[in-house]
């Protein structure tokens, strides 16, 4: 399968939507697409707790053979605020409150493996989850990052139709 990056955005969306304390609405917005720097850095309207997806990059796994696999690795950020850095027991709980909620989307994407509807995350690789707790104290921003991999076979075949193999080519 093909998974497009539109229909990732889509799922985390979703993600973002059905989980209570994360709370995304059409009135209340708490999913956001964005690169980390961006993120940690200038982003200053955000309503928390947020998930935030980062763009992914990809690779092609060839092993010398025709099952050539499409490796992409990508991230989501969980994020809150907290409003005084000196308050280590409360910067604390927002690490743990987030590592749960970080756990409980995995464990969705467990059982979305299984459900022919979510085929976005079927190769969704569990064992490339990594958790990582992020700080960026200018901002006042504290949070985990959660990298994953998808793992999809890739089509070595040639479409034809998307080729003119008479074009002049301009010197």
């Known amino acids: 399968m093909n998974t497009k990056f539109s229909e990732l955005v889509q799922y985390f969306r979703e993600i973002a939507t059905q989980h209570i304390e994360i709370g995304h609405s059409a009135t209340e917005n708490h999913f956001y697409r964005f690169e980390i720097d961006e993120v940690l850095i200038g982003l200053k309207t955000v309503n928390y707790p947020a998930l935030i997806l980062e763009g992914y990059r990809c690779n092609l796994i060839d092993n010398k053979s025709d099952n050539i696999l499409k490796d992409r690795t990508g991230a989501i950020i969980l994020l809150d605020h907290l409003t005084d850095l000196g308050d280590f027991d409360t910067m604390h709980a927002i690490w743990d409150r987030l590592e749960g909620i970080a756990d409980d989307i995995v464990i969705r994407i467990k059982k979305d493996k299984r459900n022919a509807q979510s085929q976005v995350i079927r190769d969704f690789d569990l064992s490339s989850v990594e958790y990582t707790l992020i700080a960026n104290e200018q901002d006042k921003n504290f949070g985990v990052r959660c990298t994953f991999k ?22």
Do not use: H, Q
């Open 150 to 171: 998808i793992l999809t076979p890739f089509s070595g075949d040639c479409d034809e139709t998307k080729w003119n193999y008479d074009a002049v080519v301009a010197s």
